[in-house]
């Protein structure tokens, strides 16, 4: 059974940039729920997709968007960086609803310079 | 709005004493209780979890935690600290059929050979 895997591991970008990040969720598993962690502090929910559809939304501007695919992976767009972007980015997938166990992957560490 | 409070950024223990990590919620309805860790350079990992039932919760590495409704609280413990327990702990809530985790700022627990 392979894991939720992230890419790139890492990333560098420039204020104003627009940046695309990747998650392959869990074998089976049909939602797929976006975080942003902050040095120091918890994550935060982003958005969540379920079967492609985006499925409940944090706190975060429209220059935040996702897709979900047909196999389930996901990507997370952020138009317009800006500095406070930069934070650890973490994809978690699951089955099902709420209450079923999200599964993390290593995250995406993006800073913006 | 439902918020997560964890009772001290940082815990240090000595090796087989005691672990206490604190955690109370907000919310007006019963949630869904998690508690997760992370070790360095890594994602979360779900130690346990609360949707219903008993409310003493059984996790892994020896982890449990009490859900007491009255305290609005989630208190993490374990009998025996060992040195490979020391990382980020972070208690998250959910409220039933709600997308939306919330997570605490996290607890760092140091422990002390």
């Known amino acids: 059974e392979t894991g939720v895997t992230q890419s790139p591991t890492h990333l560098i970008k420039t204020r104003g940039q627009q940046v695309t990040l990747r998650c392959s969720s869990q074998s089976g598993h049909n939602t797929v729920s976006w975080y942003q962690q902050a040095l120091g502090q918890g994550p935060q929910f982003i958005f969540q997709y379920y079967r492609e559809e985006e499925n409940g939304r944090g706190n975060f501007p429209p220059r935040f968007s996702g897709l979900q695919f047909p196999n389930y992976s996901s990507e997370l767009n952020v138009n317009a960086l800006e500095l406070d972007d930069s934070a650890l980015y973490l994809c978690?997938?699951?089955?099902?609803?709420?209450?079923?166990?999200?599964?993390f992957g290593p995250g995406t560490r993006l800073l913006v310079l | 709005a439902q918020s997560v409070t964890q009772l001290g950024s940082h815990v240090s223990v000595s090796e087989g004493a005691l672990v206490l990590l604190r955690c109370n919620y907000s919310s007006s309805v019963p949630p869904y209780l998690f508690w997760y860790v992370q070790y360095p350079n890594q994602g979360l990992q779900l130690l346990l979890k609360?949707?219903?039932?008993?409310?003493l919760v059984k996790g892994i590495n020896g982890f449990e935690a009490e859900f007491k409704k009255s305290e609005t609280s989630f208190h993490l413990t374990k009998p025996s600290a060992h040195m490979s327990d020391a990382a980020e702990y972070f208690c998250?809530?959910?409220?039933?059929?709600?997308?939306?985790?919330?997570f605490g700022p996290g607890t760092r627990l140091s422990v002390l050979p």
């Open positions: 978690a997938s699951s089955f099902g609803g709420a209450k079923e166990t999200q599964y």
């Open positions: 998250a809530v959910i409220i039933n059929y709600g997308q939306n985790f919330v």
């Open positions: 609360y949707t219903t039932g008993a409310t």
